[in-house]
């Protein structure tokens, strides 16, 4: 009954810029925080950025200066911009959305950004 539809991946050379979204659809409220993972060939899912439902923002050290997050509550959609991208931004990038009603975190099926030299 929640579903989270990510879109925004795709191929770019490094250098550019890839801007993420992810809509929650369904019967939720309340959502608390909405945020980005991603996971790389090899490597554990990471937290990139997520920001509070009062806009506060967290982001990776990796992430910071680069990429940035923000939501709009009335679509229950949360953006992650990301700039300057390099070969290592490449994977798979998973939203997450933590939210009271119903209680528990959701996940999106994951969207693939590539990165190349």
């Known amino acids: 009954q929640v579903q989270l539809v990510e879109s925004g991946g795709g191929l770019v050379q490094a250098g550019g810029s890839l801007r993420l979204s992810c809509a929650a659809s369904?019967?939720?409220?309340?959502?608390?925080?909405m945020g980005w993972y991603r996971q790389a060939p090899g490597k554990q899912r990471e937290l990139v950025a997520d920001?509070?439902?009062?806009?506060?923002?967290n982001y990776a050290d990796s992430a910071k200066g680069r990429f940035a997050i923000f939501r709009d509550n009335a679509k229950n959609t949360v953006y992650l911009q990301m700039n300057s991208l390099k070969p290592e931004d490449t994977a798979v990038y998973f939203c997450?959305?933590?939210?009271?009603?119903?209680?528990?975190?959701?996940w999106g099926q994951g969207t693939q950004v590539t990165v190349s030299s």
């Open positions: 369904g019967f939720i409220s309340s959502i608390n925080v």
């Open positions: 997450n959305v933590r939210a009271r009603i119903p209680a528990g975190n959701y």
């Open positions: 920001i509070t439902n009062g806009g506060i923002t």
